[in-house]
């Protein structure tokens, strides 16, 4: 089974903070997501990472920053976090997707961030 | 400007029954469409996908059937079961190397 791991369930941070999230797959997967969950918005995409040291610019990357030195590690940062930024963090991995089929996306549990 | 939509926040139906869950969208590219169920405090997962060549798909009590002309898709439970109970949401993307991103609906509350 494909094993996506947050590091924090929760974290509590405050206005003007540098936050970090990390995420973790085991299973040599290509790609891989960062999404924000908010009420009545679904999932919005914030950066993906195709390879090691790529990454792409999702719907709504202000604020945020990322970073894969390894392909199995993808971090999410917040430079300077704001209220506004308070919400759930999803992180996925995928395998490359194909011409024929699309490769589904495997989630971590969720990061319930709230910055104070 | 949302580009996959469903307009039914929340639905409720009786154990045994059939469930009917919408999805519209408006970029004709799309190719691929994906359905996910999330239960509160854990990501996220796939249940169902179909391509944009087919018209319907189905997987056990699951039936995911596609209207390209009237760009709209619908997930069927049949029964459904209390273990349904969760937030499902559609999703689309263009296949092909390179186009991985995923664009999600609002979800439905079941």
């Known amino acids: 089974d494909v094993k996506v791991t947050q590091s924090s369930r929760y974290l509590v941070k405050r206005t003007g903070e540098k936050v970090f999230l990390e995420c973790v797959q085991d299973?040599?997967?290509?790609?891989m997501f960062w999404y924000r969950q908010d009420p009545g918005l679904g999932l919005r995409l914030i950066y993906f990472?195709?390879?090691?040291?790529?990454?792409e610019k999702g719907d709504i990357p202000e604020g945020y920053s990322v970073s894969r030195e390894k392909k199995e590690r993808f971090s999410l940062i917040l430079e300077s976090a704001s209220t506004n930024q308070t919400s759930m963090y999803l992180c996925?991995?995928?395998?490359?997707?194909?011409?024929?089929?699309?490769?589904?996306?495997?989630f971590g549990d969720g990061t319930r961030l709230s910055i104070l | 400007d949302q580009q996959v939509k469903q307009n039914s926040p929340s639905l409720s139906v009786q154990e045994g029954r059939i469930s009917i869950l919408n999805c519209d969208y408006t970029?004709?590219?799309?190719?691929?469409f994906l359905w996910y169920k999330k239960y509160p405090a854990e990501g996220p997962t796939f249940l169902i996908s179909?391509?944009?060549?087919?018209d319907k798909n189905e997987d056990g009590r699951f039936t995911v059937f596609l209207n390209k002309s009237a760009k709209h898709l619908s997930l069927h439970i049949v029964p459904s079961q209390p273990g349904d109970s969760a937030v499902y949401f559609c999703?689309?993307?263009?296949?092909?190397?390179?186009?991985?991103?995923?664009?999600f609906g609002t979800g439905t509350r079941l």
């Open positions: 999703a689309a993307t263009l296949l092909g190397v390179g186009n991985e991103k995923l664009t």
């Open positions: 996925a991995s995928s395998q490359r997707q194909g011409f024929f089929v699309s490769q589904p996306q495997h």
């Open positions: 179909i391509s944009s060549i087919k």
């Open positions: 990472s195709y390879d090691v040291k790529m990454k």
């Open positions: 970029n004709s590219m799309f190719d691929y």
């Open positions: 299973m040599d997967h290509e790609n």
